[in-house]
Nanobody, 121 residues
Framework: QVQLVESGGGLVQAGGSLRLSCAAPGDTFRVVAMKWYRQAPGNQRELVAG???????NYVDSVKGRFTISRDGAKKMVYLQMNRVKPEDTAVYYC???????????????WGQGTQVTVSS
């Protein structure tokens, strides 16, 4: 199991910015892809953005042009820069990762504990 540690959530006014971070400490695995999901009350969890180990990114339409996912491969970290946030971005944001575990010689899938993002109008 790869542990993911998230940080950076909080309260922000509409139009403001926030940056989420997610760390995957350890050297017994390699990163295949990392993603950010979010879940608002009463809604299903949705994929917000993803990035592969090669740097290919994808975004849900509602955040394109406002959010940017990036990574630091050496530190095994992924970031979500959230700009021009809207009240509808309010949700718990979860880091998610696909890894290859060297010891177990197979893929591993992990979730972070979630971090609350609240956008006030």
């Amino acid at each position: 199991q790869v542990q993911l540690v998230e940080s950076g959530g909080g309260l922000v006014q509409a139009g403001g910015s926030l940056r989420l971070s997610c760390a995957a400490p350890g050297d017994t695995f390699r990163v295949v892809a990392m993603k950010w999901y979010r879940q608002a009350p009463g809604n299903q969890r949705e994929l917000v953005a993803g990035i592969t180990s090669g740097g290919t990114t994808n975004y849900v339409d509602s955040v394109k042009g406002r959010f940017t996912i990036s990574r630091d491969g050496a530190k095994k970290m992924v970031y979500l820069q959230m700009n021009r946030v809207k009240p509808e971005d309010t949700a718990v944001y979860y880091c998610n990762g696909d890894f290859f575990d060297y010891g177990m010689n197979h893929a591993v899938h992990s979730w972070g504990q979630g971090t609350q993002v609240t956008v006030s109008s």
